[in-house]
């Protein structure tokens, strides 16, 4: 090999380590979707309706939350025949005052959303959210469920805009929210109360 081409050589390997390690970094920074189920997690034939408190919304733009959480306890009672329940019912008093009408063999859902993210260039936007679901047991306390789902999306700024995109995120991240939960309760054991 010439002189004249060796500075292109390490050129070449630098454009190659960058094409292999770009998308490789770029999916290390996506979170991660985790789900933990507890061995004791059951429901009781009896239980009708699964309580919903209000999510925890950490340094989250409030229009995002309200359509997040809506949008989520919608898609739980448009389906929830799948999940076994007639009613998923928002619960807005305290928790120790709920607790003290339900059955402690009872379960219940809470929820947050935290961590969201709006990186800006001159042409485009990612939105990056995290969102956290637990289900425990009425007044033990035990947690039986839980769910971690983050989620990104990108857009260039000539083709939507952020409102447009931020309500989209919004509605996915309810939907895989009311999947996730469907899918554990359908999983859980039905236990029979004697």
């Not at 094409?19 to 996506?30: K, M, Q, T, Y």
């Not at 309810?174 to 359908?186: F, N, V």
Request: some cysteine.
């Amino acid at each position: 090999m010439s002189p004249a081409y060796r500075p292109y050589l390490p050129l070449r390997r630098v454009i190659l380590l960058c094409a292999l390690l770009v998308p490789l970094l770029a999916s290390g920074c996506a979170g991660k979707r985790t789900t933990l189920m507890s061995p004791a997690f059951s429901v009781y034939q009896s239980q009708s309706t699964l309580p919903i408190l209000p999510f925890n919304n950490i340094l989250v733009p409030t229009p995002f939350a309200e359509t997040v959480f809506n949008d989520f306890v919608d898609d739980l009672n448009d389906n929830r025949e799948k999940a076994g329940f007639t009613t998923f019912a928002i619960i807005k008093e305290e928790l120790g005052e709920v607790e003290k009408i339900l059955s402690p063999a009872h379960i219940y859902l809470t929820g947050e959303v935290w961590s969201y993210l709006e990186n800006s260039g001159c042409c485009a936007t990612e939105l990056r959210v995290s969102s956290r679901l637990r289900i425990y047991r009425v007044r033990s306390r035990e947690l039986l469920w839980e769910a971690e789902i983050p989620l990104e999306s990108f857009f260039e700024h000539d083709k939507s805009i952020l409102a447009v995109e931020q309500e989209k995120l919004a509605k996915k991240l309810a939907t895989e929210m009311a999947r996730e939960s469907r899918r554990a309760l359908q999983g859980a054991k039905r236990i029979q109360i004697d």
